[in-house]
């Protein structure tokens, strides 16, 4: 059974960082593209950053480019988000999903999410 499952998120002020995790089980996550997916209340799923399968290529929305970054241990079945300078409007619902190569469908599989709040 392919699980995702994240963890690391938390209430932070912000300037604050975070670091996401997201342990990959019941399929070899080196062999696929791993996205983080974010929503935050009362708007639609956005997109935040993919990583390859070997990690050499890495890319960011526009909205947090500089500020975040992601990673993979392929050894681990893990994906990670670091989390800089964060910013009120970094406030939602973070998940991990497997990319699927369709634009039609981009992802398969999400986690449940970890709940990300920047508020001083």
């Known amino acids: 059974e392919v699980q995702l499952v994240e963890s690391g998120g938390g209430m932070v002020q912000p300037g604050g960082s975070l670091r996401l995790s997201c342990v990959a089980s019941?399929?070899?996550?080196?062999?696929?593209?791993m996205s983080w997916v974010r929503q935050a209340p009362g708007k639609g799923p956005e997109w935040v950053s993919t990583?390859?399968?070997?990690?050499?290529?890495?890319y960011y929305a526009n909205s947090v480019k500089g500020r975040f970054t992601i990673s993979r241990d392929n050894a681990k079945n893990t994906v990670y988000l670091q989390m800089d300078s964060l910013k009120p409007e970094d406030t939602a619902l973070y998940y991990c999903a497997r990319n699927t190569g369709d634009p039609n469908r981009p992802y398969d599989y999400w986690g449940q999410g970890t709940q990300v709040t920047v508020s001083s």
């Open positions: 019941g399929f070899t996550a080196s062999i696929w593209d």
């Open positions: 990583i390859n399968t070997g990690g050499g290529s890495t």
